[in-house]
């Protein structure tokens, strides 16, 4: 039988969120399939992977100074020694520089490694430090990948220029387009209703962790400067910068106006009620919150940073500006809110090209290059 073992971090905010499509595919073709990750469910006895035959728990840590990498690379070499994969898939930077580290002897008997960058830490306007510390490793040990799989333009060029046997490009980890069912106009009045909304507001949307990598600070100077009452952004996330986000709001006077709802499951409901969707992240790979709104047919205003501008066609489906360019978000708000036909016209781009984002044509992406590896 052969053998496919999948590798990353850990289980629940990774290989159970992104891969179980690609698990599942393995598992179709008859294949055993293995999963290396750290177990980082609270509850340790809630780690259930489908479709997964073997779950080997190795301590593998997010900072690469910590013994614990150490060990999960002694652990994973023993592995790979003893089961003698086929393919091995690694994701995540800690997981993919062990996994290639620890692969080195199998592979010269022909296991080969896949790996999937899901945003290089260097990028254009990332620290220095990023790229003296991220940049000569990746270049390096791209020499022992046999396929290196990114996922937006920027970083497909400049993998391009490392010596993987193969770099391709896919469309992200794949979408659930099945998820987004258009609401009914009833559907819609029934949020805003909960919301408090008047027919004649303006309701934003924005979804992402309250740190200041997604840059919420500027959506709320925005809010300030568009100095329309009408206007409300409902920020849907939790993380360390809320109380400093809360502060700044009622520094500009637009407390009344800024909507922290915290961590929600029913985001797609809020989403499919919403006017537009705001996101000023300042670093991305490929964000599933920009395709989630996409798919609820929202016009976007985003940051024109990596990954954003593999998704946003500026003019079409939305405005993309510097992500400190507080203006630049007022106006793009203003000119998809003032124009009806825009903003439904924006709407229809957005629900096209999320097509191709879709779980179903990504998996496809993927048998193709998994067969290519066979």
């Known amino acids: 039988m052969k053998k496919v073992l999948f590798v990353a971090t850990v289980v629940r905010l990774h290989i159970n969120m992104f891969h179980k499509p690609f698990i599942k595919w393995f598992h179709d073709q008859g294949w055993q399939v293995d999963v ?8 340790k006895g809630e780690c259930v992977i489908p479709y997964c035959d073997n779950f080997y728990c190795l301590p593998f840590e997010r900072s690469p100074f910590k013994k614990g ?38 592979r010269k008997r022909g296991t080969k490694v896949i790996y999937t960058a899901h945003g290089f830490h260097f990028f254009k306007g990332a620290p220095m430090i990023n790229w003296l510390i991220y940049y ?76 200041k990598r997604k840059n919420h ?13 009408h206007f409300h952004l409902f920020i849907c996330g939790d993380g360390v910068q809320e109380a400093e986000l809360k502060k700044k709001a009622k ?10 709802l915290g961590f929600r499951k029913d985001v ?17 790979g490929l964000p599933v919150a920009i395709m989630e709104a996409m798919a609820c047919g929202l016009p976007i205003v985003a940051s024109r940073i990596r990954g954003n501008i593999d998704l946003i066609d500026s003019g079409k489906g939305g405005y993309l500006v510097h992500p400190m360019n507080v ?45 290519s590896m066979m």
Not at 36 to 43: L, S
């Open 36 to 43: 290396a990750a750290n177990n980082d469910y609270e509850n």
């Open 69 to 106: 990498n150490l060990d999960a690379y002694f652990q994973l070499r023993e592995l790979l020694e003893k089961e003698n994969y086929d393919i091995v898939h690694c994701h995540t930077p800690m997981g993919s520089v062990i996994t290639r580290l620890a692969a080195g002897e199998t």
């Open 217 to 229: 600070m500027v959506l709320i100077q925005a809010a300030a400067k568009l100095h329309n009452p």
């Open 251 to 260: 520094e500009l006077g637009v407390e009344h106006q800024i909507h922290f």
């Open 136 to 211: 000569p490793v990746e270049r390096i040990l791209a020499r022992r990948t046999d396929l290196l799989i990114t996922m937006n333009q920027e970083d497909y060029r400049r993998a391009k220029t490392f010596k993987a046997k193969r770099i391709a490009l896919v469309n992200g980890v794949g979408l659930d387009l099945n998820k987004f069912i258009e609401a009914t106009q009833e559907e819609k009045q029934k949020v805003r209703r909960e919301f408090r909304l008047k027919d004649e507001d303006i309701f934003a949307i924005s979804v992402a962790q309250l740190i």
């Open 327 to 371: 203006d630049g978000f007022v106006k793009g708000i203003q000119k998809i809110t003032e124009n009806k036909e825009r903003l439904e016209r924006m709407k229809r781009y957005n629900l096209e090209k999320v097509q191709k984002y879709g779980i179903d044509a990504v998996v496809e992406q993927m048998a193709g290059l998994y067969q």
């Open 268 to 284: 797609y409901k809020i989403s499919s009620a919403a006017d537009l969707f705001l996101f000023a992240s300042l670093q991305e």
